[in-house]
């Protein structure tokens, strides 16, 4: 009876206190996140139209801000330490935020001081200042990347006791005051160095183009342009889904994000197509894993090479297009003949046709696309000017259309546009741009500046240099072995890790060294960008199959394990790069020898895996192992006139193999299915 009378609520209806002090703390945070995302949203684009102060002075500023922008967004998620409870955390919240906010406003008036007047000779508050934000970045990371934590952390120690550790890696250690500066106050190194520069400048001006078009809506209408696609065809559904996903990825740069956009519509549209949950699950994975391979944006590992090699960031899309379309095709004819086994019926779609906005939003996704790429190709215009200029293009012309149809639809009561629900409709695209660029921004730079972080504990002992010597010289002078065991650095790498910092460790300890034993820079660069977004694949663990067995409730394991066999093309650039490096060397006409060979190896790696030739398992398996073989001769042998001389059969194998596909998907009977 106790019990029930503590937790019946009291007469009349009344909040107890404790429920209306949890109210007025979740007010205070959603107060407190959009007050902070405002000052953020309009002190960068504010500095993408001027560039006021140059890009140190905007790193020192904006990383502590971005820092605490990230941990107030989890607060109002109910994400920042549930388990101390709302209140509680709220207070840590403010704390934190309170502190970061200090520290930005200490380190813009102490900048000079500290960057030219006080280097090497800091003072105490320098140092707490610094190792403060240096430490809530950690937190941070603690919370949202444990794995990439951990490595630094290791790293953190070694930097500090490496003369406890034998052998050539073995080092006098470094002071933890010497650690502090390095993390923070060098600037050259640590949280506010080029990597979260990079964040906020260039890869931020392209969050915005990305904000705009999820803020009004261009997202959802691929999707439901993609639906409609189905619709015509029952058995596009599977196509539908891939180019859905891959439509969705030019615009995202990030695999786990975009199978959470795209796979919560295409995985249960398969499931009743007749997809087992698995390779449902595996095909939405495969899909969304060109998220970081599809230009013109490639995630943040592409954004890295650009600043790496040294180049503009066209430079890298303009290859990056031939690897992109090399994937998407394999992956696409992979689920084509995984098709006739497992679709059987037809799935209507949920959705009403296209309407007129729907139409609007598609035509404003291809123009910022095409934009992007004539600016950059074409007028040979600087990266982040030409994602601004498609910005105020796509918030102008989305803006316009509308208001237009707000006051259309009003037209009989314009009054009633001033009433104050209409009033937040009007609105509700603007906040929601300024709320989605401000939190992929902030936690995309808090996870650069722990990156720095990384990079400076790298610097200051000397690791790449050990590290690659060993490597090297396990793998002698011969470039096959030094590509296996660069490939293994990358693959124990990337277990865990994100595609970015995957990328700067195979890029910073294996790249030099494979370009001084005489690979080419954009080989050996192109070789990490890859082997970092199949760590995003890479048994145990993979982000995007989490995301996507998660929706499909399918296990785990076997969703990885099945979304290997469709990320084929993957495996096969990164050892064609080396044999083939036309794919990447030079962009345009001068890639499609390198393309077309790739391209056919690739479908007999396919037709070998997927494909099937007879109704006798003996013939059946015999076929597909010569394809196998002659794939590999198409892939990994030097001589190009072999290569394009074994195509022939190849070509041929497979066209009989995809027929035989065509006619067993065409005659199957589908049976009728109500609806998505």
Not at 244 to 259: E, I, L, Q
Not at 542 to 554: D, F, G, Q
Request: net charge neutral; proline share 5%.
């Amino acid at each position: 009876m106790d019990e029930h009378r503590e937790t019946a609520p009291p007469s009349g209806g009344a909040e107890t206190p404790p429920s209306r002090t949890r109210h007025w703390c979740g007010v205070v945070d959603q107060l407190l996140f959009y007050a902070l995302s405002l000052y953020f949203f309009g002190y960068l684009t504010s500095y993408y139209l001027t560039g006021a102060g140059g890009a140190t002075l905007l790193a020192v500023t904006m990383v502590p801000v971005a820092v605490a922008l990230a941990y107030l967004n989890d607060l109002r998620n109910g994400n920042l330490y549930p388990a101390l409870g709302q209140v509680v955390a709220t207070l840590v919240g403010i704390v934190y935020a309170g502190l970061l906010l200090y520290a930005s406003y200490y380190f813009v008036s102490e900048f000079d001081n500290i960057r030219i007047y006080r280097v090497g000779f800091w003072s105490d508050a320098d140092k707490f200042w610094g190792g403060l934000v240096a430490v809530l970045v950690l937190e941070y990371t603690r919370r949202r990347y444990l794995a990439l934590a951990l490595v630094i952390v290791a790293l953190i120690l070694y930097t500090a006791y490496g003369y406890l550790v034998p052998g050539m890696f073995n080092h006098p250690g470094m002071s933890w005051e010497r650690i502090i500066t390095a993390s923070s106050l060098e600037i050259s190194t640590g949280v506010f160095e080029r990597l979260s520069q990079l964040g906020l400048t260039l890869i931020g001006s392209f969050m915005l183009v990305l904000a705009v078009l999820r803020a009004f809506g261009c997202i959802d209408s691929i999707l439901v342009g993609s639906s409609r696609l189905a619709a015509r065809s029952p058995r596009m559904l599977p196509q539908a889904a891939i180019i859905g996903s891959f439509s969705v990825a030019a615009v995202s740069g990030s695999g786990a994000a975009n199978a959470a956009t795209t796979g919560s519509a295409t995985i249960p549209a398969l499931i009743k197509a007749g997809f087992p949950r698995v390779k449902a699950a595996a095909i939405e994975t495969a899909s969304s894993l060109g998220g970081q391979l599809m230009p013109p944006l490639m995630g943040i590992a592409a954004f890295l090479m650009a600043e790496y090699l040294q180049v503009s960031y066209f430079d890298v899309v303009a290859r990056g297009f031939a690897p992109a379309i090399l994937y998407f095709l394999g992956v696409s004819l992979a689920v084509y003949l995984l098709s006739g086994h497992y679709m059987q019926r037809t799935v209507k779609p949920r959705k009403e046709p296209l309407s007129g906005m729907d139409f609007v939003n598609l035509a404003a996704y291809g123009l910022a696309v095409a934009a992007l790429i004539w600016f950059m190709g074409v007028e040979r215009r600087a990266a982040m000017s030409s994602a601004q200029l498609v910005f105020m293009g796509l918030l102008l012309g989305l803006g316009v259309v509308y208001f237009g149809r707000l006051i259309w639809e009003s037209r009989d009561h314009l009054a009633g546009l001033l009433r104050l629900e209409r009033l937040k409709e009007a609105g509700r695209p603007f906040v929601r741009m300024m709320e989605t660029f401000s939190v992929n921004t902030a936690e995309l730079t808090v996870l650069l500046a722990s990156l720095g972080i990384l990079t400076a504990t790298f610097t200051i002992t000397g690791v790449p240099t050990k590290v690659g010597i060993l490597l090297m010289e396990l793998a002698g002078a011969h470039l096959g072995l030094m590509v296996l065991v660069a490939f293994a650095f990358g693959y124990l790498v990337g277990m865990g890790l994100p595609v970015a910092p995957t990328y700067i460790i195979v890029a910073v300890v294996i790249t030099p060294f494979m370009v001084r034993a005489g690979v080419d820079p954009w080989v050996a660069h192109f070789f990490a960008f890859l082997v970092a977004v199949f760590g995003e694949l890479s048994p145990p663990t993979s982000v995007v199959a989490a995301v996507t067995s998660r929706i499909a409730e399918a296990p785990f394991v076997r969703t990885m394990m099945a979304a290997l066999g469709l990320c084929i093309p993957l495996l096969i650039m990164m050892a064609g790069i080396y044999t083939r490096p036309g794919l990447v060397v030079d962009p345009g006409i001068a890639q499609l020898p390198a393309f077309f060979l790739l391209l056919t190896g690739t479908v007999a790696a396919i037709f070998a895996l997927q494909g099937e030739f007879s109704p006798n398992r003996a013939y059946d398996w015999l076929v597909r192992g010569v394809l196998a073989a002659l794939g590999l001769v198409i892939v990994l042998h030097p001589s190009e006139g072999l290569a394009w001389a074994v195509c022939v059969p190849v070509v041929l194998i497979a066209a009989w193999g995809f027929l035989r596909a065509h006619r067993m998907l065409s005659e199957k009977p589908l049976e009728p299915e109500a609806t998505m």
